[in-house]
């Protein structure tokens, strides 16, 4: 009888966060559908309390169920069966009690039978049961997809697609080939528009395609023949029941076993086109791809959470040298550590899925009134943060999460390296995050426009302006050095006027400014719960060091040294 | 198609699955302040199995039926979330102190008020006693048959009901007719999650009293109740007021022990044939196996 959420401060205390009643507000329109819908809220209490209690189920399921599943669901994995995806016992289990606890289509609306749940929630969803089983967390946050078909498919396609998903029925988002990785501009399936059926058709071949063989696909593919670069491709929606797609291979993959990774071959796949053409990659991806960063952040912070507690509660029981070994300071640091980089990342996740709640309930809004003035400068202002906040975000926290699984593993010792302990496989599932919807390489590229453009020097201004409690002052100084060291780094870097330079450091800065930011909202959250000073002041002593080493290391550095790393073959 | 009847007999008690140091208070009583309230782990089980007939049998409905103080409340709303169409609160002042006697027949007369009902379904017994006397009780106060330690509901048809029984050594098929009353094992699957949507629709459901507590206006609150969660008491019921509560209950706590399992003796065998045949001639002598 474990419940995941309950059993969780940290969770309700982001909840809690004043910004929800504002986003909460813009979610539910003031409050317009509780004539409509029994089930609405009636006010921002009514729709945060019912935020709670969902979460509560869905802590249930994660504590109850997908916990306990776990280790057989990584031990049995999916199977190939005729052309598609058998999941492991437990993996249709959990697929079961997330289905009958009525937890899918969390952020539709109501008219499609959602719950209209706010990103924020869907997000601590996730968290929640990454915590129970990292793999599993996928096919929860596939429901995502259903967002895009609910931003740019037409009233047919929300109205036939997204009540489907609200019951149950699974996504995927078959994007990349086996040349078409992290460059999506060379997607290759080919999508032919079929003048007398009046339907297009998919042929080619996708590959890791998470859930692959779910219900209903969002698939890019290459509509305008002739063409080699991103405007050529178009976004198409494939149903399972229409046919033609099979699986040819499940991946055999070092962690999130249960999840099952796809080579899917299309031959004469009928499929709708969503939205407009040639807008496949560069819109429409943008945006599936934003939400499933977030998703991946979420779900590092829930790995990382499991990994904290593994490695705590064999700490206090493994006894050496006549004590537990969380007495030594070797391991007792650690785990210090562990947490306060564990409890920052969340504070980071928690911040992006505000910004990204801000902006899309504006934009939400937009398309049934126009906004006023002051509407549309919040709605770009949030924008633009989330847009720059996502990769940070998405980068920043699953690196944490491995060097989190890493530590753990590490104080477990020998048990640790043998499969008798969940370590091992929460230590595999940790791996992927750094690697999938964008390796944290190219989370970087992203988000070094933030550097460059100032948008997060900007940000971290506005943290600074708060008005803090006087004995917190402190910390505050210390975030005040940070940035200014961060200014000097980032001028060294750009002074030189050349873009390969900027790249060589970008991982640098794009990490100095991540933990100054997370710094100062670690320092907010100290405002609203004093408990929160502990962790603030590891974290800080963790960021100084490694930012004054990330400093250290671009003073010493100029244009000769991109020739020095080079090396040839 | 047929459509049944569903009566749910649950009950709110205190989780003695995780007790702690407090848990018993020095009469031996079980101290119900320092444990959280739960539904009942076994009533859930039966619970489900009547979600799953109403899942075969869609115009079928599931009322909840529970005795105990206004409190008790939270499961009847909570088996809303899970499923249940209605709930009745039996609660009264007179009720107080029943043991399974007094239990039985409050419910029983609870029942017989409830016009129609073609299957009764409760967990084969509480945490808090283990008795599991009140699911017999109840059926023989009302002259229905029962079924106990049901496992699953093999199938129903218009007048005939097929239940497998999960014994100590096996199992046995029954057949019924209706009504009939099932008390079902925790062998049988577990309950279902509370649904978000129900349970978003149905938080904000209460009980006159409950409904009176937050409204002062005795008005408003009557009005804004919809009657999902009835409330009755002693007076809603036709009853011997002489059989209920703690003077109908002839049960007595004569002692309680405290009990510590441990193994008294223990036999040190070596990994060798005749160690190992002598073992097994034993464990068969003593019809632990075989």
């Given at each position: 009888?474990?419940?995941?959420?309950?059993?969780?401060?940290?969770?309700?205390?982001?909840?809690s966060?004043?910004?929800?009643?504002?986003?909460?507000?813009?979610?539910?329109?003031?409050?317009?559908?509780?004539?409509?819908?029994?089930?609405?809220?009636?006010?921002?209490?009514?729709?945060?309390?019912?935020?709670?209690?969902?979460?509560?189920?869905?802590?249930?399921?994660?504590?109850?169920?997908i916990a306990?599943?776990?280790?057989?669901?990584?031990?049995?994995?999916?199977?190939?069966?005729?052309?598609?995806?058998?999941?492991?016992?437990?993996?249709?289990?959990?697929?079961?009690?997330?289905?009958?606890?009525?937890?899918?289509?969390?952020?539709?609306?109501?008219?499609?039978d959602?719950?209209?749940?706010?990103?924020?929630?869907?997000?601590?969803?996730?968290?929640i049961?990454?915590?129970?089983?990292?793999g599993?967390?996928?096919?929860?946050?596939?429901?995502?997809?259903?967002?895009?078909?609910?931003?740019?498919?037409?009233?047919?396609?929300?109205?036939?697609?997204?009540?489907?998903?609200?019951?149950?029925?699974t996504?995927?988002?078959?994007?990349t080939?086996?040349?078409a990785?992290?460059?999506?501009?060379?997607?290759?399936?080919?999508?032919?528009?079929?003048?007398?059926?009046?339907?297009?058709?998919?042929?080619?071949?996708?590959?890791?395609?998470?859930?692959?063989?779910?219900?209903?696909?969002?698939?890019?593919?290459?509509?305008?023949?002739?063409?080699?670069?991103?405007?050529?491709?178009?976004?198409?929606?494939?149903?399972?029941?229409?046919?033609?797609?099979?699986?040819?291979?499940?991946?055999?993959?070092?962690?999130?076993?249960?999840?099952?990774?796809?080579?899917?071959?299309?031959?004469?796949a009928?499929?709708?086109?969503?939205?407009?053409?040639?807008?496949?990659?560069?819109?429409?991806?943008?945006?599936?791809?934003n939400?499933?960063?977030?998703?991946?952040?979420?779900?590092?912070?829930?790995?990382?959470?499991?990994?904290?507690?593994?490695?705590?509660?064999?700490?206090?029981?493994?006894?050496?040298?006549?004590?537990?070994?969380?007495?030594?300071?070797?391991?007792?640091?650690?785990?210090?550590?562990?947490?306060?980089?564990?409890?920052?990342?969340?504070?980071?996740?928690?911040?992006?899925?505000?910004?990204?709640?801000?902006?899309?309930?504006?934009?939400?809004?937009?398309?049934?009134?126009?906004?006023?003035?002051?509407?549309?400068?919040?709605?770009?202002?949030?924008?633009?943060?989330?847009?720059?906040f996502?990769?940070?975000?998405?980068?920043?926290?699953?690196?944490?999460?491995?060097?989190?699984?890493?530590?753990?593993?590490?104080?477990?010792?020998?048990?640790?390296?043998?499969?008798?302990?969940?370590?091992?496989?929460?230590?595999?599932?940790?791996?992927?995050?750094?690697?999938?919807?964008?390796?944290?390489?190219?989370?970087?590229?992203?988000?070094?426009?933030?550097?460059?453009?100032?948008?997060l020097?900007?940000?971290?201004?506005?943290?600074?302006?708060?008005?803090?409690?006087?004995?917190?002052?402190?910390?505050r100084?210390?975030?005040?050095?940070?940035?200014?060291?961060?200014?000097?780094?980032?001028?060294?870097?750009?002074?030189?006027?050349?873009?390969?330079?900027?790249?060589?450091?970008?991982?640098?800065?794009?990490?100095?400014?991540?933990?100054?930011?997370?710094?100062?909202?670690?320092?907010?959250?100290?405002?609203?719960?004093?408990?929160?000073?502990?962790?603030?002041?590891?974290?800080?002593?963790?960021?100084?060091?490694?930012?004054?080493?990330?400093?250290?290391?671009?003073?010493?550095?100029?244009?000769?040294?991109?020739?020095?790393?080079?090396?040839?073959? | 198609?047929?459509?049944?009847?569903?009566?749910?007999?649950?009950?709110?008690?205190?989780?003695?699955?995780?007790?702690?140091?407090?848990?018993?208070?020095?009469?031996?009583t079980?101290?119900?302040?320092?444990?959280?309230?739960?539904?009942?782990?076994?009533?859930?089980?039966?619970?489900?199995?009547?979600?799953?007939?109403?899942?075969?049998?869609?115009?079928?409905?599931?009322?909840?039926?529970?005795?105990?103080?206004?409190?008790?409340?939270?499961?009847?709303?909570?088996?809303?979330?899970?499923?249940?169409?209605?709930g009745?609160?039996l609660?009264?002042?007179?009720?107080?102190?029943?043991?399974?006697?007094?239990?039985?027949?409050?419910?029983?007369?609870?029942?017989?008020?409830?016009?129609?009902?073609?299957?009764?379904?409760?967990?084969?017994?509480?945490?808090?006693g283990?008795?599991?006397?009140?699911?017999?009780?109840?059926?023989?106060?009302?002259?229905?048959?029962?079924?106990?330690?049901?496992?699953?509901?093999?199938?129903?048809?218009?007048?005939?009901?097929?239940?497998?029984?999960?014994?100590?050594?096996?199992?046995?098929?029954?057949?019924?007719?209706?009504?009939?009353?099932?008390?079902?094992?925790?062998?049988?699957?577990?309950?279902?999650?509370?649904?978000?949507?129900?349970?978003?629709?149905?938080?904000?459901?209460?009980?006159?009293?409950?409904?009176?507590?937050?409204?002062?206006?005795?008005?408003?609150?009557?009005?804004?109740?919809?009657?999902?969660?009835?409330?009755?008491?002693?007076?809603?019921?036709?009853?011997?007021?002489?059989?209920?509560?703690?003077?109908?209950?002839?049960?007595?706590?004569?002692?309680?022990?405290?009990?510590?399992?441990?193994?008294k003796?223990?036999?040190?065998?070596?990994?060798?044939?005749?160690?190992?045949?002598?073992?097994?001639?034993?464990?068969?002598?003593?019809?632990?196996?075989?």
């Amino acid at each position: 009888m474990a419940n995941f959420f309950t059993d969780n401060p940290h969770l309700q205390f982001q909840l809690s966060h004043p910004l929800m009643q504002r986003i909460i507000t813009l979610k539910e329109d003031h409050f317009k559908d509780k004539d409509e819908f029994d089930f609405a809220p009636k006010d921002f209490e009514d729709a945060l309390d019912s935020y709670k209690q969902v979460l509560e189920i869905i802590g249930e399921i994660s504590g109850d169920v997908i916990a306990p599943n776990a280790e057989s669901v990584d031990h049995d994995g999916p199977l190939l069966k005729d052309g598609g995806v058998a999941y492991a016992k437990g993996t249709q289990e959990n697929i079961d009690a997330v289905i009958k606890g009525g937890l899918m289509g969390i952020t539709l609306p109501r008219k499609y039978d959602g719950l209209n749940f706010s990103t924020v929630p869907f997000i601590m969803g996730g968290e929640i049961v990454a915590r129970a089983d990292g793999g599993f967390a996928n096919i929860w946050g596939l429901q995502d997809c259903a967002e895009t078909i609910n931003e740019f498919g037409s009233d047919d396609q929300k109205e036939h697609f997204l009540k489907r998903v609200s019951k149950g029925e699974t996504m995927a988002m078959s994007l990349t080939e086996p040349d078409a990785g992290s460059d999506l501009q060379a997607v290759m399936l080919k999508a032919h528009f079929d003048e007398d059926k009046e339907m297009w058709f998919l042929n080619g071949v996708k590959r890791f395609i998470t859930n692959g063989d779910a219900h209903i696909s969002l698939v890019l593919a290459r509509s305008e023949e002739g063409t080699k670069d991103g405007r050529g491709l178009s976004m198409f929606i494939h149903d399972k029941n229409s046919g033609g797609v099979t699986v040819r291979r499940i991946e055999n993959k070092l962690g999130i076993k249960g999840s099952p990774t796809c080579e899917l071959v299309f031959k004469d796949a009928p499929a709708e086109l969503c939205g407009s053409r040639r807008l496949g990659l560069i819109k429409y991806v943008m945006a599936l791809m934003n939400g499933a960063r977030l998703g991946v952040a979420g779900q590092s912070v829930g790995i990382s959470e499991a990994a904290y507690r593994e490695a705590l509660i064999y700490a206090n029981k493994r006894e050496q040298f006549g004590k537990p070994i969380i007495q030594f300071p070797a391991i007792y640091e650690m785990l210090g550590v562990m947490n306060a980089k564990l409890t920052a990342s969340r504070c980071l996740l928690y911040e992006t899925a505000r910004f990204v709640d801000m902006y899309k309930t504006l934009a939400h809004i937009s398309t049934e009134r126009s906004l006023t003035k002051e509407e549309r400068e919040e709605q770009k202002k949030y924008q633009k943060l989330a847009d720059v906040f996502t990769p940070l975000a998405k980068g920043l926290i699953s690196e944490f999460c491995n060097e989190i699984a890493y530590d753990a593993l590490q104080i477990h010792g020998g048990s640790g390296f043998m499969k008798d302990y969940p370590i091992e496989r929460i230590y595999r599932d940790a791996r992927i995050t750094t690697i999938y919807e964008g390796t944290t390489q190219l989370q970087v590229v992203a988000a070094i426009k933030g550097v460059t453009t100032g948008a997060l020097l900007a940000q971290i201004e506005e943290y600074d302006k708060a008005t803090i409690k006087p004995e917190t002052e402190s910390y505050r100084s210390i975030l005040t050095s940070m940035t200014l060291e961060y200014e000097e780094a980032e001028a060294r870097v750009t002074v030189h006027n050349n873009p390969e330079f900027v790249d060589f450091h970008a991982r640098r800065l794009v990490e100095m400014a991540g933990n100054i930011i997370m710094g100062y909202l670690l320092l907010n959250d100290m405002q609203r719960d004093h408990s929160y000073w502990k962790t603030l002041e590891v974290f800080l002593r963790f960021a100084r060091a490694r930012n004054a080493g990330h400093f250290m290391f671009i003073s010493h550095s100029n244009l000769n040294d991109l020739g020095k790393y080079k090396i040839e073959l | 198609m047929k459509e049944y009847q569903i009566i749910v007999l649950a009950k709110q008690v205190p989780d003695t699955r995780n007790v702690g140091k407090n848990a018993m208070k020095a009469d031996g009583t079980v101290n119900r302040s320092v444990l959280p309230a739960i539904f009942n782990p076994e009533d859930l089980h039966a619970l489900e199995q009547a979600i799953r007939i109403k899942d075969q049998f869609p115009g079928s409905t599931i009322t909840i039926l529970t005795m105990g103080p206004v409190r008790a409340a939270e499961i009847l709303r909570e088996g809303l979330y899970r499923g249940a169409d209605a709930g009745i609160l039996l609660t009264d002042r007179a009720f107080a102190g029943s043991d399974t006697l007094a239990t039985s027949y409050a419910l029983s007369c609870a029942i017989r008020k409830m016009e129609k009902y073609d299957i009764i379904i409760c967990g084969r017994q509480a945490i808090d006693g283990d008795t599991a006397q009140v699911g017999p009780q109840v059926a023989e106060k009302l002259g229905i048959p029962q079924i106990t330690y049901a496992e699953e509901i093999i199938s129903l048809t218009n007048d005939k009901i097929q239940v497998k029984r999960r014994l100590e050594r096996g199992v046995e098929v029954l057949e019924a007719s209706f009504p009939i009353l099932i008390t079902v094992n925790n062998s049988a699957p577990h309950c279902r999650p509370r649904h978000a949507k129900r349970l978003m629709k149905y938080k904000h459901t209460t009980t006159m009293s409950e409904s009176q507590e937050i409204s002062e206006d005795y008005l408003t609150a009557s009005m804004g109740n919809n009657q999902i969660i009835m409330e009755w008491g002693v007076n809603d019921i036709e009853c011997d007021r002489a059989q209920l509560g703690l003077g109908g209950s002839p049960t007595k706590v004569k002692k309680v022990e405290n009990i510590v399992f441990q193994a008294k003796e223990s036999l040190k065998l070596e990994d060798n044939d005749e160690d190992i045949n002598e073992l097994m001639k034993e464990l068969i002598t003593a019809h632990i196996i075989g």
